[in-house]
């Protein structure tokens, strides 16, 4: 027996558990950390805004200023969970290149193979019931409801392991419809600040379209990571113009 | 039909009253540029001298309301809470 075959009989399953770890993935290597960045620029837009309306909250305890915070928070601390895995995950793989050794490699990443599956978890769960608290702001929910979408939340995360693309149609329709409630808000009070934040929020929506793809090609997730970035960053803007222009306004 | 005014409302549109009279008004004027009643306004007044939003003084046998400092800047807060709302559609 060879060298090669007592090599690939010892670590073929390894080998190919490797490769399943890998291909989750998705990210070219050039682009580690960046995408760290960009979420989190997407945390502080979010517990930015969620900041000030649990604060309009306590001045004027309406449920749906507090409805948008909890979602805010949420969706921050999905994004927070995201990169922190991200980053584990990229360190862990650097580490492997630098050493060259595939023994080395399969125990690395399989101890962080527990917290890979619990931070893409909480990534997914986090941001679909942020989404979710989102959307019941526009479309009023009763408790029926709200007991059988979480469990169909739960369950498109549980197949989303498998399947990210799941997780990513789920946010896509959630998103759709949300952006569509702000438009249909543009189109009723005509401010700029309703036409940046349905722009931020049309941008979001198809960063998420584009992730259902990335499975083809790594740019597609550079592009949608890009996209991403500037549906937030659009989001920072409108927030920090409702500031401005609600300084600026008179009596109406 | 126009919506209800909400409480929020009401202050601002009596604070914005004071600020767009230069920071001082006669109760009168205020009680028809706000559109409130007497009594409505009366405790509405009440509860913002209280909060130290505004401050009540007499010149020349004629009572003021003036806005303060921490009135002006409560209005700011509050227009930045109804850009808010109507940007999220709240």
Do not use: C
């Not at chain 1, 291909?23 to 960046?34: C, E, H, I, M």
């Not at chain 1, 960009?38 to 309406?62: C, E, Q, T, W």
């Amino acid at each position: 027996m060879t060298y090669r075959a007592v090599f690939h009989k010892l670590f073929k399953p390894k080998l190919v558990f490797l490769k399943a770890m890998i291909q989750l993935v998705y990210s070219p290597k050039w682009f580690y950390g960046k995408d760290i960045i960009i979420d989190l620029i997407s945390v502080f837009a979010l517990l930015l805004i969620a900041f000030f309306s649990a604060k309009y909250y306590s001045l004027k305890k309406n449920k749906n200023h507090l409805l948008l915070a909890i979602s805010f928070v949420l969706m921050g601390l999905s994004f927070l969970f995201k990169a922190i895995t991200n980053f584990t995950i990229y360190s862990n793989m650097l580490q492997t290149k630098q050493l060259g050794l595939i023994m080395l490699t399969y125990t690395t990443l399989k101890s962080s193979n527990l917290l890979f599956f619990i931070g893409f978890l909480m990534y997914r769960v986090l941001m679909l019931l942020g989404l979710y608290l989102l959307y019941s702001i526009y479309h009023k929910q009763d408790k029926a409801n709200l007991i059988l979408i979480i469990y169909l939340i739960m369950i498109s995360t549980y197949f989303s392991r498998s399947a990210y693309y799941i997780f990513h149609m789920t946010a896509l329709i959630l998103l759709y419809i949300i952006t569509s409630e702000y438009l249909k808000n543009f189109k009723r009070n005509k401010l700029p600040t309703n036409k940046w934040l349905a722009s931020s929020f049309a941008l979001i929506t198809i960063s998420q379209a584009i992730f259902i793809f990335i499975k083809i090609h790594t740019l597609l997730y550079v592009i949608a990571e890009l996209v991403q970035l500037m549906g937030y960053a659009g989001l920072l803007i409108t927030f920090i113009k409702v500031l401005k222009d609600g300084k600026k306004k008179g009596k109406k | 039909m126009a919506r209800k005014r909400e409480r929020s409302d009401i202050v601002l549109d009596m604070l914005q009253s004071i600020q767009d009279k230069g920071g001082r008004i006669k109760p009168t004027h205020l009680m028809y540029k706000a559109n409130l009643a007497h009594q409505q306004m009366k405790s509405y007044l009440e509860e913002l001298v209280n909060k130290n939003f505004i401050r009540k003084v007499k010149e020349n046998k004629y009572e003021y309301i003036i806005i303060t400092d921490a009135g002006s800047r409560f209005v700011n807060k509050l227009k930045q809470m109804k850009e808010f709302e109507e940007t999220f559609g709240l």
